[in-house]
C-alpha cells in the first residue's frame, strides 16, 4: 500500500545484473542488498552515549567511531567506517546478513522496579546553579584546570561511581546502579554501485571475513558491566560481547550460530584434525616403510624372481585411471584453497570454485562412463574379492606386507590381465568406489546445488553438515593417494608400476619357478 515499507527489490531487478557473482541466487538468499553496496560510511558515526554523568546542559558524553579527535575539533580527522553484518529478518519474515552500527549506551538505574534516572535527576544531584558540585570537581577533574572534559567525565574509576552514587543517594535516588545496552541500527544509507560495491569474493570468504567481524563497543566499561544486547534482536547476538583486557567492550560477531556456513571462513576443526592425522599418519607411515625396505634390501644383496611380460591393462582404463586421478588431484588441490584462501590468497577464490566445479563434473562423468564399461564388460569382477579363501589370502597378503617385503619375497597372488588385484586392493576400492566417491560426488553435487534446490540441501543438514563431511572425505582420498603411490612401487622396480598403467604392459612374477639369488 502507498506509504509502507519497501525493500530495494520493490524496484531493482537483482536477477538482470551480478553476472559476474557466482552462484547469485545463493547470495540474494543469504545477504540483503545494503552487505555489499553499503560497505562503509563516510560521516561521524555514533559508537557511545555515556549518561553517567552530563554536563552542565544536560548533554552525555558521545564517542565517535570514526573521528580522530573532539567531533567539532577543527583537525578532526573523519575515517570511513565498515559496519558490521548481522541477521536481520527483512519484510516477510525472511532472515538476511544486513549492515549494521551497534550503539552502546551507559545510564543509571534506580527504584523498585528498576528505571532509568532522568536528565533532570541527574542534573539536580550532580549541578548547582548550572555549575558541577564541588565533590563531582574534586572526583573527575584530572588535570585540576576546574574545567571537565568528555575524556575527564568518564566512569573509568569506582571512586567515580562512588562519588556521583553518593550524590543520587542525598537527593533521594538510593540504590543506583550504572548499566549498559547496545542497540543495533540497521544501515540503509550511503548506497554505492559498480565498482565501489564489495566485489572480491575474499571479503567474505576468507579467515578475516567482514561476516564474522569484531567492533569495538565502547573504549570503557563504567564499573566493569558487560552491556546487554536491546531486547527485540535475535537470541543469542548478545554472547558476542565481551569486556576486553584494556577496560573496553568488544562485540564479535558469528554467523555460524544463526545457520550460515561460508565456505572459506568456516569449518569444523575436529575434521581438520582428524584429516591431518589421517594424512600426516600415513605418510609417516609409508616413509618408515619405504626405508625399512631400503635397508632390507642392501642387507638381503639382489634377489631375482622370474617374470614374464603380460599386457594388463587396456587402453581405456589407462584412460580412465588417468583422467580420474588428475581430476582427484586437481580437485584436492583446489578444494584445499576453497577450504583455506588465507593460506593461498595468491589464486582467485571464484576461479579456483569455476574450475573445481567443472572438474568435478568432469570426474563425475568419467566415473559414470567407467561403471558403465565394468558392467559391460565383465570387468566388474576386478573388484569383487572372491569370498572362498577370503580371510586367508587377506592375511597372507598382510604378511607379505608386514613381513615378507622385507625377506625378498614373492607376492602371495600372482598378477595377471584377469586377477589385476589382491584382495586387500580389493577390499580398498570396492570401500572408495562404493562408498567414499558415491558420498563425495553427493555432498559436491548438493553443495554446488544448494541455490537451485536449498530445500533438499537444507534436508541433508544444510552447507554446516555437507561442507564438513565433504572436506573429510576429501582427507580421506589424499590419504588413499599417498598410500596408493607408494604401494605402485611393489614391483620388480620402484617405477613398474606407474609404467604399466602408461604402456599397459607389465612384468609380472611367474611363481610357477623358483627365483634364482
Partial sequence: ?????????????????????????????????????????????????????????????????NSSTDIGASNNMISAFQPILLPRENVGGKQKLAPFNLVTGWFWLAGDPQAPVSREE????????????????????????????????????????????????????ADASIMGETAAYTISHNVVNGIWAVRDCQSCHNNDSIIDDSMVLAAYSPGGQTPTL?????????????????????????????????????????????GLLMFFGISLGVTVHAIARKITSKKLGHIKHNYRKEY?????????????????????????????????????????????????????????????????????????????????????????????VFEGQPHPEEKSRDHKMNVLQQVTYLAILNILLPAQVITGILIWGAQRWPDIADMAGGLAILGPLHTLIAWTFATFIVMHVYLTTHGHTPTAGIKAMISGWDDVEDNSSKPNS
Fill in 312 to 404: 594388463i591393462y587396456d587402453s581405456y582404463e589407462r584412460l580412465w585411471h588417468w583422467l580420474q586421478a588428475s581430476s582427484i588431484i586437481i580437485l584436492l588441490v583446489t578444494g584445499l584453497i576453497i577450504h583455506k584462501p588465507h593460506l593461498f590468497s595468491i589464486f582467485s577464490f571464484a576461479y579456483m570454485v569455476e574450475v573445481h566445479n567443472i572438474v568435478g563434473f568432469i570426474l563425475f562423468a568419467n566415473a559414470a562412463l567407467a561403471l558403465f564399461y565394468n558392467l559391460a564388460s565383465g570387468e566388474i569382477k576386478q573388484y569383487i574379492p572372491e569370498p572362498k579363501g577370503f580371510i586367508g589370502r587377506s592375511m597372507a597378503q598382510a604378511m607379505y606386507y608386514t613381513k615378507g
Fill in 122 to 173: 541527574l542534573l539536580e544531584s550532580f549541578t548547582d546553579d548550572g555549575e558541577y558540585k564541588e565533590e563531582v570537581i574534586a572526583a573527575f577533574d584530572v588535570d585540576q584546570d576546574g574545567q571537565l572534559s568528555d575524556l575527564e567525565r568518564r566512569l573509568d574509576s569506582d571512586e567515580k561511581i562512588n562519588v556521583l552514587q553518593a550524590l543520587l543517594a542525598e537527593n533521594d535516588i
Fill in 1 to 65: 500500500t502507498e506509504n509502507s515499507l519497501r525493500r530495494c527489490e520493490s524496484c531493482h531487478a537483482e536477477e538482470s545484473v551480478h553476472d559476474w557473482l557466482p552462484y547469485k541466487q545463493r547470495h540474494f538468499q543469504a545477504l540483503a542488498c545494503e552487505s555489499c553496496h553499503i560497505p562503509e560510511l563516510y560521516g561521524p558515526t555514533l559508537m557511545s552515549v555515556d549518561w553517567g554523568l552530563p554536563d552542565p546542559a544536560g548533554e552525555p558524553v558521545k564517542t565517535y567511531r
Fill in 230 to 274: 536491546q531486547s527485540g534482536l535475535l537470541p543469542g547476538l548478545g554472547e558476542g560481547i565481551e569486556l576486553v583486557d584494556d577496560g573496553g567492550v568488544t562485540f564479535t560477531a558469528d554467523a555460524n550460530k544463526f545457520d550460515y556456513y561460508v565456505l572459506g571462513l568456516h569449518s569444523v576443526p575436529m575434521v581438520d584434525w582428524i
